[in-house]
């Protein structure tokens, strides 16, 4: 099944989106914090193009790219709360940084000492180190040690950098129409409380394959950082999942493994959380020295299952990887990129949907469509979260075919399907969007040839 994304990457260079394994980007107000929380517990990297000291693209970038499994075996770039002395050693560059937009100081061949040392992270060359530190709270200064593993260069995701957890503070952009991303946070921590229990905001979350989850929730204990641990069976076989929120954000994460958690007698059960296609890829898959994080799929909660199927499936016509009915409803579809996009509809938790619901959810982000971009999809909010993927050619001309004969402008909060010019945009009924398109040209009818790039 050909899809739409390869085709327009091809006759638009440098492509944005990147090539496989994609992104899941959530916008956030809190760019920093997301950075320091990822590279500090996370086999995760700076993002190649997050810009000199992590400002691009019109955002301030919390954005960074997994480890890939022939990569690094150990953390490389050592964080310092305070300048020392160095040393001369070939393999090493140390670096002062001079601030939020601006590169650091680099000192060839010379490496600090262990005094004022913090801890380290993975950096593929010396200006993910130094954009490490400037993300890192009380680091003035790094080593990066060299190796015959690095590499730099280049616009949007790289073959040498694995799935894209993308964090960006565009400013510029408003939130007219709903929450704010503060505030909406604020409805994510009074959802997930103490994660002591499941909650259906843990379905808005990208899950990974990982070997071990032990090393991961030994961190978090020592830290007092909040999780879920439960366990779920694939009809076979008894997984295991780790579910926590990246502090300053909406973004959290689900880490999964087939090795029982130390010391966890007695799990709650879930349902099954990848589909087939990835269990079987991953069941033997075995350990790696890092500890790697494999992308499974990128998921929402949802409101109306039916109606997402109907549109996954009939307008965009991606095919269906995973099905569950009963009290859970989930929906899985393959996004021919390397992981899956699935959907969960819960019961009701009457006491927290009083407060704020998965249709709160939904209403908020098409709320802030609705007061942002209004009758014009040129203009993009700060909504603008979306999965790094494609549509099949086939959904393509049925969606262009749609939309000249639905116009879906002006959005308002009643609207469950729209589009915008920004790297040609889909937005779904759950308000997430999908990035069909590269960095210039869109394929919808009210778009310019024209359109900038987006993070």
């Known amino acids: 099944m050909k899809y739409f994304s390869a085709a327009l990457c091809a006759s638009l260079a440098p492509c944005a989106f990147g090539g496989p394994p994609g992104k899941n980007t959530i916008p956030t107000s809190h760019a920093m914090t997301n950075l320091e929380f990822m590279l500090k517990y996370l086999p995760v990297t700076v993002a190649e193009d997050n810009g000199a000291g992590n400002v691009n693209h019109g955002a301030t970038n919390g954005r960074v790219q997994t480890l890939l499994e022939n990569s690094y075996t150990e953390r490389n770039c050592q964080l310092y709360s305070a300048d020392g002395s160095t040393s001369s050693s070939s393999s090493y560059v140390s670096m002062t940084q001079n601030g ?21 992270v993975f950096a593929n060359n010396k200006a993910q180190c130094c954009n490490a530190c400037v993300a890192t709270d009380g680091c003035t200064s790094a080593t990066f040690e060299t190796s015959s593993k690095d590499h730099s260069g ?33 409805k994510y921590v009074a959802r997930l409380g103490d994660f002591s229990g499941f909650d259906s905001f843990m379905d808005y979350s990208a899950t990974f394959y990982t070997s071990d989850l032990q090393p991961y929730i030994e961190a978090f204990n020592a830290d007092g950082v909040s999780h879920f641990v439960g366990q779920w069976s694939d009809g076979s076989d008894t997984w295991y999942s780790l579910i926590f929120k990246i502090p300053g954000g909406t973004y959290v994460l689900e880490l999964t493994s087939t090795i029982k958690p130390s010391g966890a007698s007695s799990l709650p059960m879930m349902e099954q959380r990848m589909s087939p296609t990835y269990i079987s890829k991953f069941k033997n898959k075995g350990s790696s020295p890092a500890n790697v994080m494999l992308i499974a799929s990128i998921n929402r909660a949802s409101s109306d299952i039916d109606q997402i199927d109907d549109v996954y499936s009939n307008m965009f016509m991606m095919p269906t990887s995973h099905t569950i009915t009963g009290d859970v409803s989930r929906k899985c579809y393959d996004t021919a990129r390397g992981f899956d ?5 819960r019961a009701s938790d009457s006491a927290k949907d009083a407060a704020f619901s998965v249709k709160d959810h939904e209403d908020n982000m098409w709320g802030v469509h609705a007061g942002v971009m209004g009758d014009d999809p040129s203009v993009s909010d700060k909504y603008t979260h979306h999965g790094g993927f494609g549509i099949p050619s086939s959904g393509i001309t049925y969606l262009k075919s749609y939309f ?3 116009d879906p402008f002006p959005i308002t909060q009643n609207t469950w399907l729209a589009y915008g010019c920004f790297q040609s945009y889909v937005f779904d009924p759950t308000g997430f969007s999908i990035q069909v398109g590269g960095p210039r040209g869109s394929i919808w009818p009210k778009c310019s040839s024209n359109e900038a790039v987006a993070v």
């Not at 996009?341 to 509809?345: A, E, G, I, P």
């Open 404 to 406: 000249t004969s639905n």
């Open 341 to 345: 996009v699935c959907f969960t509809n």
């Open 100 to 120: 939020l937009g601006n590169a650091c100081s680099y000192k060839s061949g010379k490496k600090y000492g262990s005094g004022n040392a913090m801890h380290k």
């Open 154 to 186: 280049g616009m949007g995701p790289q073959s040498w950098e694995g799935f894209g957890i993308h964090q960006p503070d565009v400013s510029a952009r408003k939130t007219t129409g709903g929450l704010n991303l503060d505030e909406l946070e604020d």
